[in-house]
């Protein structure tokens, strides 16, 4: 019987040490058609909220823009790639949630944490007039 009981106690003390562990990050960015590869001259601009459990993995986003020169017809996060890199779409935002604000959830697998963590992500929102992207921003770490 005491043997179950310290079995139990070294269970909880387990899963009391992973839940302490456990932390939300959050990071943001502004879009801007100056961050675009290539660079253009979209007056459109944005700003992505990000935050991430790192328990769950889970993603939340809330993306808000104005200005752009149409429609949002895609939108995603890439990765991995630094500033002026491309790289391909890793969460896209479902073609029903484009309108603004963009909002939305993913799990993410252990590398793409890494990614996010390490400034490797970035989200674009892509227009009918720019189809390679009208405005970017590289995601950062938030206080």
């Given at each position: 019987m005491?043997?179950?009981w ?5 269970a909880?003390?387990?899963f009391?040490?992973?839940a302490a562990s456990?932390?939300?990050l959050?990071?943001?960015t ?14 459109g601009v944005?700003h ?8 769950s993995?889970v993603?939340?986003?809330k993306v808000t823009?104005s200005g752009?020169t149409?429609?949002a017809?895609?939108a ?7 500033p002026?890199?491309d790289a ?7 073609t029903?949630?484009?309108?603004n604000?963009?909002?939305g ?5 252990i590398?793409q944490?890494?990614?996010l963590?390490g400034?490797k ?10 189809p390679?992207?009208e405005?970017?921003g590289q995601?950062e770490e938030?206080p």
């Amino acid at each position: 019987m005491q043997g179950r009981w310290i079995v139990v106690a070294a269970a909880v003390a387990v899963f009391a040490a992973g839940a302490a562990s456990a932390e939300t990050l959050r990071f943001s960015t502004n879009l801007k058609g100056a961050d675009e590869t290539p660079p253009n001259d979209s007056a459109g601009v944005g700003h992505v909220s990000v935050t991430l459990d790192t328990a769950s993995k889970v993603l939340k986003y809330k993306v808000t823009y104005s200005g752009l020169t149409g429609p949002a017809v895609a939108a995603h996060f890439h990765g991995p790639a630094g500033p002026g890199q491309d790289a391909p779409p890793v969460v896209p935002v479902p073609t029903k949630d484009l309108t603004n604000p963009m909002r939305g959830e993913a799990t993410l697998t252990i590398e793409q944490v890494g990614q996010l963590e390490g400034g490797k992500w970035y989200f674009n929102i892509h227009t009918a007039a720019h189809p390679g992207g009208e405005v970017r921003g590289q995601l950062e770490e938030a206080p």
